[in-house]
């Protein structure tokens, strides 16, 4: 059977990676989440303390970089892996949801990531979820989903989120994390988080997981 691409865009926490996760297993898919190479990236820079104004650095530190995706059968999702170190837990933390859209502004990341990005999906066969998928990653998707809800109901799942790993985050450091993050990467001069023109726009906040998957796999069943 035909192998298509599928990108689904959108702001922080409106369900896009649970979304992307069933969609791929449902369609025996590759499941692709960008922003947990724009996250692995983050905590190598703090952890090398690399200045975010110095691409001398940058580009050094990138080619240090090693991120893979391996699948954990006891977790059943695929995991992160920074220079071989299992980073799944620690990337989804509060300093580094802090520090992400800073770092995905700088052309050199965006460029090294979008490359990797297109070599992972060049088989297609993949859901990929981020900011930039439908625009300058897969231009030519054959399906692209912009994701959106409003920003309290974004801030009440990923605080859920949090808590299910059992970190407690007060819910006003959430929404204004998640709006710094929204204006960042909306603003940016390379690849800004935008809705791509052929995207179909799915506002999940009143909708059910069940739902948004199938809203995208209806897009997904009619392109095969
Ligand atoms: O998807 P997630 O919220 O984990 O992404 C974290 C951050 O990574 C985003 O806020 C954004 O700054 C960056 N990102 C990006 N381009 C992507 C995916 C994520 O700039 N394709």
């Given at each position: 059977m035909k192998k298509i691409v599928i990108a689904l865009d959108g702001y922080?926490?409106?369900g896009k990676s649970t979304t992307a996760k069933l969609v791929a297993a449902e369609l025996g898919y590759a499941y692709i989440d960008t922003g947990a190479m724009y996250r692995a990236v983050t905590l190598h820079f703090l952890n090398h303390h690399i200045?975010?104004?110095n691409p001398r650095e940058i580009k050094e530190a990138l080619h240090e970089i090693e991120i893979e995706f391996h699948y954990n059968p006891k977790t059943k999702r695929n995991e992160v892996y920074l220079n071989g170190l299992n980073v799944e837990d620690e990337i989804r933390k509060m300093y580094i949801s802090d520090m992400v859209s800073e770092v995905s502004v700088i052309p050199e990341v965006r460029r090294a990531m979008v490359a990797q990005q297109q070599k992972m999906g060049r088989k297609r066969g993949v859901v990929m979820d981020g900011r930039?998928?439908?625009?300058?990653?897969?231009?030519?998707?054959?399906v692209k989903i912009f994701m959106t809800a409003d920003v309290d109901t974004r801030t009440r799942r990923r605080q859920d989120e949090l808590l299910a790993k059992k970190q407690l985050v007060n819910f006003d450091e959430i929404r204004e994390n998640l709006l710094k993050r929204d204006h960042i990467d909306s603003t940016?001069?390379?690849?800004?988080?935008r809705q791509a023109e052929d995207a179909h726009l799915l506002?999940?906040?009143?909708?059910?997981i069940d739902e948004q998957v199938e809203f995208v796999i209806e897009h997904a069943t009619a392109q095969l």
């Open positions: 922080s926490s409106c200045s975010l104004t930039d998928i439908g625009t300058a990653v897969f231009p030519d998707a054959e940016r001069a390379e690849s800004p988080l506002d999940t906040s009143h909708m059910t």
